[in-house]
Nanobody, 114 residues
Framework: QVQLVESGGGLVQPGGSLRLSCAAS????????MSWYRQAPGKERELVAS????????DYAEFVKGRFTISRDDAKNTVYLQMNSLKPEDTAVYYC???????WGQGTQVTVSS
């Protein structure tokens, strides 16, 4: 069955960096686009970044452009989100999502606070 497992979240100070990973299994990873979403308390889940199959294209929400980078390693069935210059408003649970018929991971908490 399809599984997406996120990792790499944690507590970081403003201006710091984190790299999130999402390990995928149960499907042919290289054939699917992948995305990262986030959901802050009391807010709707929102798209952060997406990457096409074989890394053909990337898209970012305006609020992360220039700070976050999405990438994938098809040999490892893993998609990454490198987050730099983190701000308190980036605090949220970050989710990995598969394209096509959507599957979601369980999420990983990112907290940006001094």
């Amino acid at each position: 069955q399809v599984q997406l497992v996120e990792s790499g979240g944690g507590l970081v100070q403003p201006g710091g960096s984190l790299r999130l990973s999402c390990a995928a299994s149960g499907f042919t990873f290289r054939l699917y686009s992948m995305s990262w979403y986030r959901q802050a308390p009391g807010k709707e889940r929102e798209l952060v970044a997406s990457i096409g199959f074989a890394g053909s294209s990337t898209d970012y929400a305006e609020f992360v452009k220039g700070r976050f980078t999405i990438s994938r390693d098809d040999a490892k069935n893993t998609v990454y989100l490198q987050m730099n210059s983190l701000k308190p408003e980036d605090t949220a649970v970050y989710y990995c999502r598969r394209g096509g018929v959507a599957y979601w991971g369980q999420g990983t908490q990112v907290t940006v606070s001094s």
